[in-house]
């Protein structure tokens, strides 16, 4: 059994940093890429930020030069630090991955249950 749980949401002014966390724990073989996903009210669930195993990463377009993503292979943790945050930032973020469970030869997608970001002053 694998779970991604996220922690270091809440509310924070114009302007603000948040840093988001997930930890991924479980039977785990292996983890290829990493993501964050934001789902705002009414809209669809969109890609903020990936990295690879390797450490290359892509940005949504929204947070390019805001938004930073990491990773820490040995402990299997993936974050997304967020800077000169603005109130279209206010979502759900959600921690996605692509993982080997030890015993299987297949990549399964995992993801968790979300953390609330809220932008406003």
């Known amino acids: 059994q694998v779970q991604l749980v996220e922690s270091g949401g809440g509310l924070v002014q114009p302007g603000g940093s948040l840093r988001l966390s997930c930890a991924a724990s479980?039977?785990?073989?292996?983890?290829?890429?990493m993501r964050w996903y934001r789902q705002a009210p009414g809209k669809q669930r969109e890609l903020v930020a990936a990295?690879?195993?390797?450490?290359?990463?892509n940005y949504a377009d929204s947070v390019k030069g805001r938004f930073t993503i990491s990773r820490d292979n040995a402990k299997k943790m993936v974050y997304v630090q967020m800077n000169s945050l603005k109130p279209e930032d206010t979502a759900v973020y959600y921690c996605?991955?692509?993982?080997?469970?030890?015993?299987?030869?297949?990549?399964?997608?995992?993801w968790g249950q979300g953390t609330q970001v809220t932008v406003s002053s």
């Open positions: 996605n991955a692509d993982i080997i469970v030890s015993g299987t030869a297949r990549v399964a997608n995992y």
């Open positions: 479980g039977t785990i073989f292996s983890i290829y890429s």
């Open positions: 990295i690879s195993s390797a450490g290359s990463t």
